[in-house]
């Protein structure tokens, strides 16, 4: 029994949120310096995960394997494969710099307001978010998955009710009752797609008789495991809804504008970088790998609803006023390709999906996280309240216009490479789907340079005529992730190497071959 | 010797990374940096050039590979470059050409604070676009052709507190962007069709791809050329990008990358080769848009804007050689190197006079100027002469080629295409004279009056630093900017003959691009008779018109046709009406349907649900004695189904 | 009759006396519920629970329909009765429903379970039964006692504790801890006139020397009856005889008696003479 | 005649007792017509005794009795009570359920 790599790497968040939250109110500094520790100490983690991961080894590594609750077969099962250390690295890399963003976010209001805001509590949350996240990236088990899948939700809830943005336009009562509409949205929403799961989950046990993916496989490689077609598809279906939820897919898209608008930037980081990849990949781990007929039956719906969440998405991101509901409809423009790229059944497609998470999770902290900057200076989230930010905040304004340009998916930079991997990828089995999909590109570019255009460029508003440049703290934050992002675009071998066999693996799932291409097929 | 080609790019990428991480420590040295880096590029060409001369034609051909970028099952991208006569052509003219705008920013940038970064986004603009004409694979090409895109959006864009010129970038990036579409889609239509999209295994199996997916390929690829360089129906944003700076209107803009588009469809020759339909678009986009350019050329007062015209009815006339096929391809490169060196020397030219007239650019507030800046007035003329076809000047060869190959190209196609070519001849005479006469001929129209104009504000704001709105004293320009007018003027002057001397140029490219002498249904000597013949009407009716009688200070309603060319032919006024008002109307019933119908669906179950137990909860109307009821009732229930199970 | 007999067969005696008594104990259980006055309810309710008494003696459960007799209808009952007094007879409580569709509902309910109960008990096929006769072999109470001790010892000790506990509940609830210092006679006078209220001591019941009687309200100078000279309790029952009307037609006719007794005529007046202007 | 009569009756005056605690609103009549289900109820254990032959109906019948006692006691103390808290002893005034 070796050293549980992968359960320290979750444990100590986990233990590390305990440990923040119990620090006394008067040393809130202490408590952010802790929360930055034990974030980075989990990235260290993690890093040797991406060490001791070997690619060309067994599908799944690192395995721990517990009985836990030995009358319903549920195992504390732990295991990774490419596209989980790439998310793992993913989650672990954001993170720290989430807690580094929101330094300021939790402080106690200035005198006068009667909101009170624990900051001990903002950053233990964060912590105690990340574990869950990394531990449902590493489960095996269903069931133990799904708990922690759901259990997300609470921490959540009270990032996205309890921190707000400092200034509001409406004044703080308006600001609380908007938080906590957008906090129930999001829990009522996550927690209806969660109980269906719920019921599929259960489903599943009385079909298979237990909840290891491994063994599940095995019954269905050993053809022991009798599971009626459309059992299978509404099994499918209720796992499905619930991943669909999380990663907002068209129709059930609504909470995310609501949830990110009225969070604080680093939380709407963590929403839409980092909690929401769990659906995507858990479309891609548990979909497709329990239920792979089922997905292929599926696969023209949810290719459309993609097809309409990028345009969609797309389209309404043109059409915001408030800077952070525009990113959120941005994402959910992105998603809308992960899930298509992911449906495509295809390796490009796959692989693709996989990077771009790992891409969008980069580039959305980067805009996202300059866009706070940039709110917490003026006190505004609309649009029409800056102009010619460029003139007084050179170097905020060029962190920002890169961070679009990741966004509009400019070639060079990380997302680019993933992107076209999906279309591709979608385009040689759906090329009509893959056309109108690549009118996307053209629509980020709109919303982008739009965005860019009304805040940064034309005359200095007076407003912000006095507006500070980017900080040392800040700059902490947003290099980093541009150098990523350059070095991603240039060279992603690191991470396609990893996904590939992952995604052979999951094609070999749904017994899907790459349809050739025409010259040879023709010989 | 491969080793260097890699540097050609790393020099001014440097130079980028350097200036704009610089900061502002180097705002003294900047731009001698950008500069020298891009200097540097332009020798490390010169040396690869050396070398490839050395090599016989079918050696010429070098390929580096760095690394492999996108490895993923069935796809592989990697970063290689390709270095052969066509790539080679590039290089020198970009770097060439680029080296001397960049000398002459150094004047001509002096009074901006910004000019450092300025120096940084012109070293990237040169990096992209040598990756892009230096790419092995059409990914590859894609970076640097959305990398051109990038610059020329910071370029056009660099002043960005006007916002007239941050409205231009953004167009021209989406009009750009429009086309990058194209380019991609074509690059999956080569993956499903080849299973690769680098240059080798593309045109090594053309023959046995199926028809119709090389027509669609090669449509396609026409679009991303339309949209980068210019062509009808994505030409609208060309106008406006004259918002930049000068230098970058006839770097960017006139020299190399709207110019990117007859590469691409050059380097694409064997795809266009085995798709007639295909070529036969290329051809009228081509036709058409020589015309269109031309005739917008001809109603515009702002001296940019009406050199724009000409640059893409330029490009038109190379387009519509590509399209072409073999007859074509070497003059339509012939012509891009030629236009290059005269298009640029009259934006210099321009710029030049616009420095001198506190960057006034209405033509109508010149005139009278050759006395005032020599240098620039002989430079220009020069740079005229020679667009407009000058007997023994670089266009004359050029063109020339073109309407004998449009004519070539046989059948009624051939006949319309070589009119259209003849016609734009004419017309190019027409308005190039016309700016000529309007800016240096004529009575000094800029006298006793402020030549800030209100109705046509200047597009330089350098101006409203220096607040000058007196009346400008015109000078001839530092030395700095007129050196590289001088050797743009002698390239293009002697250029086009030094190429075709012994059609050099055309053995040069030919193992690249392949040609093949169309038997034309008119002879040569006609060919070049009916273009002089249009040449000196078109001078004749500028003259007419502007040499004799006075211009008016004030431009006259005019024609209808006038007023349409004004306004680029309404095509911005369509695409505003089409395209921005639906899709604004677009997205804000979009936003209302998603705030009321997919919100309003959740939000209306939860209401209802509300409702309903709002409605039960008068049930607990709080009496002992009801709550009894249904106590006793629910027992009858339980009766009566033990009663029944016991039935059944 | 003897436990033998009662035990085994069901006589036609047996049979007369259920239908007699059955009769009676409906009736009883009928007005207990719908007599308007708590005290008739008890009462009924009493005579219901003796005739439950007899039916436990003629089924063989001696010892039960003893208690049933001493327990119940000896000390429950009364227990209840001094709990109506002790409340207070208000003047009956109306049948008149407040809650709206209640009694409908209730009824409904009533008739639906009544049905369904007596529905099953006919569908239970109970035709043959085995009487109490060896189980009372030696003696009822025995046989109870010897279960009680031995089989249900437990719950019996269990029930006595309840008992206890319910005694010692009971007192808890109605044992009134006297919080405050009780009000002088002093203070009640000063908040009585402070209030407003009746300041003089009540008048007295009674009219004249005629109705003494505490239940007759004593009358106002114009003759209108008083109810302040009646107790509350006489109040709240309703239990006022008013004698108004007939005290001042009583009055009436006495004043005509006397005047015709001694025949007074009306007194005519005449003048005044002094007696020595008479003698002249 | 069959004793299963008296389980009818009993049945029959059950009913009649839960109806009445529906529609009284007077608390004690309400406690008066428990008392009478729970006779009911005792008059069918004893029935059921003397059918199946055994003392157990009329040892549960026993203590019902002796619940009913305890219960009545702790009952009427509630009602005294309650009566004493507000001057009433209506079951409706004791409305407070309703939030």
Same mark, same amino acid.
């Given at each position: 029994?070796?050293?549980?790599?992968?359960?320290?790497?979750?444990?100590?968040?986990?233990?590390?949120?305990?440990?923040?939250?119990?620090?006394?109110?008067?040393?809130?500094?202490?408590?952010?310096?802790?929360?930055?520790?034990?974030?980075?100490?989990?990235?260290?983690?993690?890093?040797?995960?991406?060490?001791?991961?070997?690619?060309?080894?067994?599908?799944?590594?690192?395995?721990?394997?517990?009985?836990?609750?030995?009358?319903?077969?549920?195992?504390?099962?732990?295991?990774?494969?490419?596209?989980?250390?790439?998310?793992?690295?993913?989650?672990?890399?954001?993170?720290?710099?989430?807690?580094?963003?929101?330094?300021?976010?939790?402080?106690?209001?200035?005198?006068?307001?009667?909101?009170?805001?624990?900051?001990?509590?903002?950053?233990?949350?964060?912590?105690?978010?990340?574990?869950?996240?990394?531990?449902?990236?590493?489960?095996?088990?269903?069931?133990?998955?799904?708990?922690?899948?759901?259990?997300?939700?609470?921490?959540?809830?009270?990032?996205?009710?309890?921190?707000?943005?400092?200034?509001?336009?409406?004044?703080?009562?308006?600001?609380?009752?908007?938080?906590?509409?957008?906090?129930?949205?999001?829990?009522?929403?996550?927690?209806?797609?969660?109980?269906?799961?719920?019921?599929?989950?259960?489903?599943?046990?009385?079909?298979?008789?237990?909840?290891?993916?491994?063994?599940?496989?095995?019954?269905?490689?050993?053809?022991?495991?009798?599971?009626?077609?459309?059992?299978?598809?509404?099994?499918?279906?209720?796992?499905?809804?619930?991943?669909?939820?999380?990663?907002?897919?068209?129709?059930?898209?609504?909470?995310?504008?609501?949830?990110?608008?009225?969070?604080?930037?680093?939380?709407?980081?963590?929403?839409?970088?980092?909690?929401?990849?769990?659906?995507?990949?858990?479309?891609?781990?548990?979909?497709?790998?329990?239920?792979?007929?089922?997905?292929?039956?599926?696969?023209?719906?949810?290719?459309?609803?993609?097809?309409?969440?990028?345009?969609?998405?797309?389209?309404?991101?043109?059409?915001?006023?408030?800077?952070?509901?525009?990113?959120?409809?941005?994402?959910?423009?992105?998603?809308?390709?992960?899930?298509?790229?992911?449906?495509?059944?295809?390796?490009?497609?796959?692989?693709?999906?996989?990077?771009?998470?790992?891409?969008?999770?980069?580039?959305?902290?980067?805009?996202?996280?300059?866009?706070?900057?940039?709110?917490?200076?003026?006190?505004?989230?609309?649009?029409?309240?800056?102009?010619?930010?460029?003139?007084?905040?050179?170097?905020?304004?060029?962190?920002?216009?890169?961070?679009?340009?990741?966004?509009?998916?400019?070639?060079?930079?990380?997302?680019?490479?993933?992107?076209?991997?999906?279309?591709?990828?979608?385009?040689?089995?759906?090329?009509?789907?893959?056309?109108?999909?690549?009118?996307?590109?053209?629509?980020?570019?709109?919303?982008?340079?739009?965005?860019?255009?009304?805040?940064?460029?034309?005359?200095?508003?007076?407003?912000?005529?006095?507006?500070?440049?980017?900080?040392?703290?800040?700059?902490?934050?947003?290099?980093?992730?541009?150098?990523?992002?350059?070095?991603?675009?240039?060279?992603?071998?690191?991470?396609?190497?990893?996904?590939?066999?992952?995604?052979?693996?999951?094609?070999?799932?749904?017994?899907?071959?790459?349809?050739?291409?025409?010259?040879?097929?023709?010989? | 010797?491969?080793?260097?080609?890699?540097?050609?790019?790393?020099?001014?990428?440097?130079?980028?990374?350097?200036?704009?991480?610089?900061?502002?420590?180097?705002?003294?040295?900047?731009?001698?940096?950008?500069?020298?880096?891009?200097?540097?590029?332009?020798?490390?060409?010169?040396?690869?050039?050396?070398?490839?001369?050395?090599?016989?034609?079918?050696?010429?051909?070098?390929?580096?590979?760095?690394?492999?970028?996108?490895?993923?099952?069935?796809?592989?991208?990697?970063?290689?470059?390709?270095?052969?006569?066509?790539?080679?052509?590039?290089?020198?003219?970009?770097?060439?050409?680029?080296?001397?705008?960049?000398?002459?920013?150094?004047?001509?940038?002096?009074?901006?604070?910004?000019?450092?970064?300025?120096?940084?986004?012109?070293?990237?603009?040169?990096?992209?676009?040598?990756?892009?004409?230096?790419?092995?694979?059409?990914?590859?090409?894609?970076?640097?052709?959305?990398?051109?895109?990038?610059?020329?959006?910071?370029?056009?864009?660099?002043?960005?507190?006007?916002?007239?010129?941050?409205?231009?970038?953004?167009?021209?990036?989406?009009?750009?962007?429009?086309?990058?579409?194209?380019?991609?889609?074509?690059?999956?239509?080569?993956?499903?069709?080849?299973?690769?999209?680098?240059?080798?295994?593309?045109?090594?199996?053309?023959?046995?791809?199926?028809?119709?997916?090389?027509?669609?390929?090669?449509?396609?690829?026409?679009?991303?050329?339309?949209?980068?360089?210019?062509?009808?129906?994505?030409?609208?944003?060309?106008?406006?990008?004259?918002?930049?700076?000068?230098?970058?209107?006839?770097?960017?803009?006139?020299?190399?990358?709207?110019?990117?588009?007859?590469?691409?469809?050059?380097?694409?020759?064997?795809?266009?080769?085995?798709?007639?339909?295909?070529?036969?678009?290329?051809?009228?986009?081509?036709?058409?848009?020589?015309?269109?350019?031309?005739?917008?050329?001809?109603?515009?007062?702002?001296?940019?804007?009406?050199?724009?015209?000409?640059?893409?009815?330029?490009?038109?006339?190379?387009?519509?050689?590509?399209?072409?096929?073999?007859?074509?391809?070497?003059?339509?490169?012939?012509?891009?190197?030629?236009?290059?060196?005269?298009?640029?020397?009259?934006? !210099?030219?321009? @710029? %030049? &006079?616009?420095? /001198?007239?506190?960057?006034?650019?209405?033509? #109508?507030?010149?005139?009278? =100027?050759?006395?005032?800046?020599?240098?620039?007035?002989?430079?220009?003329?020069?740079?005229?002469?020679?667009?407009?076809?000058?007997?023994?000047?670089?266009?004359?060869?050029?063109?020339?080629?073109?309407?004998?190959?449009?004519?070539?190209?046989?059948?009624?196609?051939?006949?319309?295409?070589?009119?259209?070519?003849?016609?734009?001849?004419?017309?190019?005479?027409?308005?190039?004279?016309?700016?000529?006469?309007?800016?240096?001929?004529?009575?000094?129209?800029?006298?006793?009056?402020?030549?800030?104009?209100?109705?046509?504000?200047?597009?330089?704001?350098?101006?409203?630093?220096?607040?000058?709105?007196?009346?400008?004293?015109?000078?001839?320009?530092?030395?700095?900017?007129?050196?590289?007018?001088?050797? !743009?003027?002698? @390239? %293009? &002057?002697?250029? /086009?003959?030094?190429?075709?001397?012994?059609? #050099?140029?055309?053995?040069? =490219?030919?193992?690249?691009?392949?040609?093949?002498?169309?038997?034309?249904?008119?002879?040569?000597?006609?060919?070049?008779?009916?273009?002089?013949?249009?040449?000196?009407?078109?001078?004749?009716?500028?003259?007419?018109?502007?040499?004799?009688?006075?211009?008016?200070?004030?431009?006259?309603?005019?024609?209808?046709?006038?007023?349409?060319?004004?306004?680029?032919?309404?095509?911005?006024?369509?695409?505003?009406?089409?395209?921005?008002?639906?899709?604004?109307?677009?997205?804000?019933?979009?936003?209302?349907?998603?705030?009321?119908?997919?919100?309003?669906?959740?939000?209306?179950?939860?209401?209802?649900?509300?409702?309903?137990?709002?409605?039960?909860?008068?049930?607990?109307?709080?009496?002992?004695?009801?709550?009894?009821?249904?106590?006793?009732?629910?027992?009858?229930?339980?009766?009566?189904?033990?009663?029944?199970?016991?039935?059944? | 009759?003897?436990?033998?007999?009662?035990?085994?067969?069901?006589?036609?005696?047996?049979?007369?006396?259920?239908?007699?008594?059955?009769?009676?104990?409906?009736?009883?259980?009928?007005?207990?519920?719908?007599?308007?006055?708590?005290?008739?309810?008890?009462?009924?309710?009493?005579?219901?629970?003796?005739?439950?008494?007899?039916?436990?003696?003629?089924?063989?459960?001696?010892?039960?329909?003893?208690?049933?007799?001493?327990?119940?209808?000896?000390?429950?009952?009364?227990?209840?009765?001094?709990?109506?007094?002790?409340?207070?007879?208000?003047?009956?409580?109306?049948?008149?429903?407040?809650?709206?569709?209640?009694?409908?509902?209730?009824?409904?309910?009533?008739?639906?379970?009544?049905?369904?109960?007596?529905?099953?008990?006919?569908?239970?096929?109970?035709?043959?039964?085995?009487?109490?006769?060896?189980?009372?072999?030696?003696?009822?109470?025995?046989?109870?006692?010897?279960?009680?001790?031995?089989?249900?010892?437990?719950?019996?000790?269990?029930?006595?504790?309840?008992?206890?506990?319910?005694?010692?509940?009971?007192?808890?609830?109605?044992?009134?801890?006297?919080?405050?210092?009780?009000?002088?006679?002093?203070?009640?006078?000063?908040?009585?006139?402070?209030?407003?209220?009746?300041?003089?001591?009540?008048?007295?019941?009674?009219?004249?020397?005629?109705?003494?009687?505490?239940?007759?309200?004593?009358?106002?100078?114009?003759?209108?009856?008083?109810?302040?000279?009646?107790?509350?309790?006489?109040?709240?029952?309703?239990?006022?005889?008013?004698?108004?009307?007939?005290?001042?037609?009583?009055?009436?006719?006495?004043?005509?008696?006397?005047?015709?007794?001694?025949?007074?005529?009306?007194?005519?007046?005449?003048?005044?003479?002094?007696?020595?202007?008479?003698?002249? | 005649?069959?004793?299963?009569?008296?389980?009818?009756?009993?049945?029959?005056?059950?009913?009649?007792?839960?109806?009445?605690?529906?529609?009284?609103?007077?608390?004690?009549?309400?406690?008066?017509?428990?008392?009478?289900?729970?006779?009911?109820?005792?008059?069918?254990?004893?029935?059921?005794?003397?059918?199946?032959?055994?003392?157990?109906?009329?040892?549960?019948?026993?203590?019902?009795?002796?619940?009913?006692?305890?219960?009545?006691?702790?009952?009427?103390?509630?009602?005294?009570?309650?009566?004493?808290?507000?001057?009433?002893?209506?079951?409706?005034?004791?409305?407070?359920?309703?939030?």
């Amino acid at each position: 029994m070796s050293f549980p790599l992968l359960t320290a790497t979750a444990a100590l968040p986990a233990v590390g949120a305990v440990a923040t939250a119990a620090v006394p109110a008067a040393r809130r500094t202490a408590a952010k310096w802790l929360a930055l520790l034990v974030s980075l100490g989990t990235l260290a983690l993690a890093i040797t995960v991406l060490v001791r991961f070997d690619p060309g080894g067994a599908r799944y590594q690192l395995t721990e394997s517990h009985s836990w609750i030995r009358d319903f077969g549920v195992r504390y099962e732990l295991g990774v494969d490419g596209i989980g250390v790439a998310l793992i690295a993913l989650t672990a890399v954001l993170i720290p710099f989430i807690v580094l963003a929101g330094w300021h976010d939790a402080d106690p209001l200035e005198t006068g307001s009667r909101r009170w805001r624990p900051t001990q509590g903002f950053f233990a949350l964060i912590l105690a978010v990340e574990a869950m996240v990394l531990i449902s990236f590493e489960a095996t088990d269903v069931f133990l998955f799904y708990i922690f899948f759901e259990a997300m939700l609470i921490p959540m809830y009270f990032l996205i009710g309890g921190f707000g943005d400092r200034a509001h336009a409406q004044g703080e009562q308006a600001a609380a009752t908007q938080r906590s509409y957008a906090a129930v949205k999001f829990l009522l929403y996550n927690l209806v797609g969660g109980l269906i799961m719920l019921a599929a989950v259960i489903g599943l046990y009385v079909v298979a008789g237990n909840f290891s993916l491994q063994q599940i496989a095995e019954a269905r490689a050993a053809g022991s495991l009798h599971m009626a077609t459309s059992t299978g598809r509404w099994l499918f279906l209720g796992f499905f809804f619930a991943f669909a939820v999380k990663a907002p897919l068209w129709p059930l898209h609504t909470w995310l504008p609501n949830a990110m608008q009225e969070s604080t930037a680093p939380v709407a980081v963590l929403i839409t970088a980092v909690v929401d990849k769990v659906g995507t990949f858990a479309m891609l781990r548990f979909c497709l790998g329990l239920f792979p007929e089922a997905s292929k039956w599926a696969t023209p719906v949810i290719l459309v609803l993609a097809l309409i969440s990028i345009v969609y998405g797309a389209l309404l991101a043109v059409g915001q006023r408030d800077i952070k509901r525009l990113v959120a409809y941005a994402s959910i423009s992105h998603f809308g390709f992960i899930i298509m790229g992911i449906f495509a059944m295809t390796s490009q497609g796959q692989s693709g999906a996989t990077l771009y998470m790992v891409n969008h999770g980069i580039s959305t902290a980067a805009l996202m996280l300059v866009a706070g900057f940039l709110i917490s200076r003026r006190g505004s989230r609309l649009i029409a309240d800056y102009g010619g930010v460029q003139k007084v905040a050179p170097v905020l304004a060029g962190t920002f216009l890169i961070g679009g340009l990741a966004t509009l998916s400019l070639p060079g930079l990380a997302p680019f490479v993933s992107e076209f991997l999906v279309l591709v990828g979608t385009f040689t089995r759906h090329p009509v789907i893959g056309i109108i999909a690549t009118f996307g590109i053209v629509l980020a570019a709109l919303y982008t340079l739009v965005l860019y255009q009304r805040t940064m460029t034309g005359p200095v508003r007076p407003e912000v005529s006095a507006m500070p440049d980017l900080r040392v703290r800040e700059l902490l934050v947003v290099a980093p992730l541009i150098a990523l992002l350059i070095f991603l675009g240039v060279y992603p071998k690191p991470v396609t190497d990893i996904v590939n066999p992952a995604v052979r693996h999951t094609m070999s799932d749904v017994q899907k071959k790459d349809p050739k291409p025409e010259v040879e097929a023709a010989k | 010797m491969e080793k260097l080609i890699a540097l050609l790019i790393a020099a001014p990428l440097l130079g980028a990374a350097v200036l704009l991480l610089g900061g502002r420590r180097l705002d003294r040295v900047g731009h001698w940096i950008g500069t020298l880096l891009s200097t540097a590029s332009f020798v490390f060409g010169l040396v690869l050039f050396t070398d490839l001369l050395g090599r016989n034609a079918e050696h010429r051909t070098l390929i580096q590979h760095l690394w492999t970028w996108i490895p993923v099952e069935g796809f592989q991208a990697d970063v290689t470059f390709r270095l052969d006569q066509l790539s080679m052509t590039f290089v020198l003219l970009i770097t060439g050409v680029g080296s001397l705008i960049h000398l002459y920013s150094v004047g001509y940038m002096e009074h901006d604070e910004r000019r450092r970064r300025f120096f940084g986004y012109l070293n990237l603009f040169l990096a992209a676009m040598l990756l892009l004409v230096l790419a092995d694979n059409y990914l590859l090409l894609y970076v640097g052709w959305e990398g051109v895109g990038l610059a020329s959006y910071l370029l056009i864009g660099f002043w960005q507190h006007k916002p007239s010129a941050a409205t231009a970038a953004k167009k021209a990036f989406l009009v750009n962007r429009v086309g990058d579409m194209g380019l991609s889609i074509a690059i999956m239509l080569m993956f499903t069709t080849f299973g690769s999209f680098a240059f080798g295994p593309v045109f090594g199996h053309v023959d046995g791809a199926s028809q119709g997916k090389l027509t669609a390929i090669g449509l396609m690829l026409l679009l991303a050329a339309c949209g980068k360089s210019a062509q009808v129906p994505l030409q609208s944003w060309l106008g406006d990008a004259m918002e930049g700076p000068t230098p970058v209107s006839a770097l960017i803009h006139a020299a190399t990358m709207v110019t990117a588009g007859v590469y691409l469809i050059v380097r694409s020759a064997a795809v266009f080769d085995a798709a007639p339909d295909a070529q036969l678009a290329v051809t009228v986009v081509g036709a058409v848009t020589l015309l269109f350019g031309a005739i917008v050329g001809c109603a515009k007062d702002d001296i940019k804007k009406a050199l724009a015209g000409s640059t893409m009815s330029q490009i038109g006339y190379m387009v519509l050689a590509a399209g072409l096929g073999p007859i074509g391809y070497v003059f339509a490169i012939m012509h891009l190197v030629t236009h290059g060196f005269f298009k640029a020397g009259l934006f !210099l030219g321009a @710029g %030049s &006079v616009m420095h /001198g007239m506190n960057d006034e650019v209405d033509m #109508r507030r010149y005139g009278g =100027l050759r006395k005032y800046m020599p240098v620039t007035f002989v430079t220009f003329g020069l740079g005229y002469l020679a667009i407009i076809g000058f007997p023994g000047l670089s266009g004359f060869f050029s063109k020339d080629k073109i309407i004998e190959a449009a004519f070539a190209k046989g059948g009624t196609e051939g006949w319309i295409l070589g009119g259209a070519a003849l016609v734009g001849a004419a017309i190019t005479a027409f308005y190039m004279t016309r700016v000529m006469l309007m800016t240096f001929f004529g009575e000094e129209r800029w006298k006793n009056q402020a030549t800030r104009s209100p109705e046509a504000p200047s597009a330089e704001p350098a101006a409203e630093h220096r607040g000058e709105t007196a009346e400008p004293h015109p000078h001839e320009s530092p030395k700095v900017m007129t050196i590289p007018m001088i050797v !743009l003027a002698v @390239g %293009s &002057v002697f250029g /086009g003959g030094f190429f075709s001397i012994g059609d #050099r140029f055309l053995y040069w =490219l030919e193992p690249v691009t392949g040609h093949s002498e169309g038997h034309s249904p008119v002879s040569a000597g006609e060919v070049t008779a009916a273009t002089m013949v249009c040449l000196v009407i078109g001078v004749a009716v500028a003259w007419a018109q502007y040499g004799r009688k006075p211009v008016p200070a004030v431009a006259p309603r005019g024609s209808l046709l006038t007023r349409a060319a004004r306004r680029d032919l309404l095509q911005d006024d369509f695409n505003h009406v089409v395209l921005v008002r639906g899709g604004e109307h677009l997205t804000r019933s979009l936003v209302y349907l998603d705030h009321t119908l997919v919100d309003g669906v959740v939000n209306g179950t939860a209401a209802g649900f509300g409702g309903l137990s709002g409605r039960l909860r008068r049930l607990q109307n709080g009496f002992a004695r009801s709550y009894a009821v249904s106590m006793f009732g629910g027992a009858a229930l339980l009766v009566a189904a033990t009663l029944l199970m016991r039935a059944v | 009759m003897s436990a033998q007999l009662a035990a085994y067969t069901t006589s036609t005696g047996e049979a007369f006396q259920f239908w007699v008594l059955g009769t009676v104990a409906v009736i009883g259980a009928l007005c207990t519920v719908l007599m308007r006055k708590a005290v008739h309810s008890a009462l009924s309710l009493a005579g219901t629970m003796i005739v439950l008494a007899v039916f436990y003696l003629a089924n063989g459960a001696y010892f039960l329909g003893i208690v049933q007799i001493v327990v119940y209808t000896g000390a429950i009952m009364m227990l209840f009765l001094f709990v109506v007094m002790l409340v207070g007879v208000t003047a009956a409580d109306s049948l008149k429903e407040t809650i709206k569709g209640q009694r409908w509902l209730a009824l409904l309910c009533g008739v639906g379970f009544g049905v369904l109960l007596l529905a099953g008990i006919a569908n239970a096929s109970l035709k043959d039964f085995t009487g109490t006769g060896q189980a009372n072999a030696n003696g009822n109470v025995e046989g109870l006692a010897a279960l009680i001790f031995t089989k249900y010892v437990f719950a019996f000790e269990i029930t006595g504790a309840l008992l206890i506990t319910a005694a010692v509940g009971a007192m808890v609830l109605t044992h009134r801890e006297r919080t405050e210092r009780a009000r002088t006679q002093r203070e009640l006078a000063e908040q009585r006139v402070r209030e407003g209220t009746y300041v003089p001591p009540l008048p007295a019941p009674g009219v004249y020397a005629r109705h003494n009687a505490v239940d007759v309200a004593g009358l106002l100078p114009d003759g209108t009856p008083s109810e302040l000279t009646v107790s509350k309790t006489l109040r709240e029952r309703g239990q006022i005889r008013d004698v108004s009307t007939e005290a001042i037609n009583d009055l009436r006719a006495l004043e005509q008696r006397s005047k015709e007794r001694l025949e007074r005529a009306p007194i005519a007046p005449e003048t005044f003479k002094r007696p020595e202007e008479a003698s002249k | 005649m069959n004793p299963v009569n008296y389980l009818y009756l009993a049945g029959l005056l059950f009913t009649i007792g839960a109806t009445g605690v529906l529609i009284r609103r007077n608390a004690i009549v309400v406690f008066m017509c428990v008392e009478l289900m729970l006779n009911a109820c005792n008059l069918a254990f004893v029935t059921f005794s003397r059918l199946h032959g055994n003392l157990d109906g009329q040892v549960i019948a026993f203590f019902t009795m002796v619940v009913a006692a305890a219960e009545v006691v702790v009952g009427l103390a509630i009602i005294v009570s309650l009566f004493r808290a507000r001057h009433s002893a209506s079951v409706d005034d004791a409305s407070l359920m309703k939030l």
